[in-house]
């Protein structure tokens, strides 16, 4: 089945630093990656959709300037937390969309960010 | 807006017994309608799903009937195992295409021996 790659699975960082997850659609072309933000105990709430080649679409609240997603190719996106502040310490899964690709909506095993 | 309703946890069974998730819903038009399951320290997976009215979703036991008149969609299974422990989530896509999930808030299942 379609699988999405998430990387890395876990990371702590120092205030002020950047950190970037990749997810990669292992089998598939990704052509939409949407990303989502879980706090602990609470359900997934949308960041933002990127379509492969267009700039990502930001839901009301998110700074786009603090999280920056990149859908350069079918197969990768990236979201860099700029500046990270130990608010943004999360959980935080991707999920790709491949038109015809099986269930349609395939996730990646998360990435929990620490930030001290 | 859509929206996805399920009952709060966290739930605690004794392992062979009956389980109810409920879950009902807000949207437009016919979405799809979801169970994915979260165990801890990994992301989500599918774990059935309906996409259109009295359809059946089931898998690894767990059933959901996707009931239009009372717009819900509520996961059962007859006999649970500790291994079932995880949070369920219900969600529904509005519209068939790339649109994103709708989430409900997530039920924490623990199953004990």
């Known amino acids: 089945g379609a699988v999405v790659s998430q990387h890395p699975s876990w990371v702590i960082c120092k205030s002020g630093t950047s950190v970037k997850i990749e997810c990669r659609s292992l089998?598939?072309?990704?052509?939409?990656m949407f990303w989502y933000r879980q706090f602990p105990k609470q359900s997934l709430m949308l960041m933002a959709t990127?379509?492969?080649?267009?700039?990502?679409?930001?839901e009301q609240g998110v700074e786009k300037d603090k999280f920056l997603i990149n859908h350069a190719s079918l197969t990768l996106s990236t979201l860099t937390v700029t500046s990270a502040h130990p608010e943004d310490s999360s959980f935080y899964i991707c999920?790709?969309?491949?038109?015809?690709?099986?269930?349609?909506?395939?996730f990646g095993s998360g990435t929990r960010l620490t930030v001290v | 807006g859509d929206s996805v309703t399920q009952m709060e946890g966290p739930v605690t069974l004794s392992e062979e017994a009956f389980l109810t998730i409920n879950c009902t819903y807000t949207a437009t038009g016919y979405p799809s309608l979801f169970w994915y399951v979260q165990y801890p320290g990994e992301g989500l997976q599918l774990l059935l799903k309906?996409?259109?009215?009295?359809d059946k979703g089931s898998n690894k036991g767990f059933e959901a009937t996707y009931r239009k008149e009372t717009t819900s969609f509520h996961l059962e299974k007859g006999s649970v195992q500790v291994s079932d422990s995880a949070v369920y989530f219900c969600?529904?896509?509005?519209?068939?295409?790339?649109?994103?999930?709708?989430f409900g808030k997530g039920t924490r299942l623990s199953v004990i021996a």
């Open positions: 089998d598939f072309q990704a052509t939409t």
């Open positions: 990127s379509n492969e080649g267009s700039k990502a679409t930001y």
């Open positions: 999920s790709a969309y491949a038109v015809g690709g099986g269930e349609g909506y395939t």
């Open positions: 969600a529904l896509i509005p519209n068939s295409g790339n649109t994103p999930l709708v």
């Open positions: 309906a996409t259109k009215a009295d």
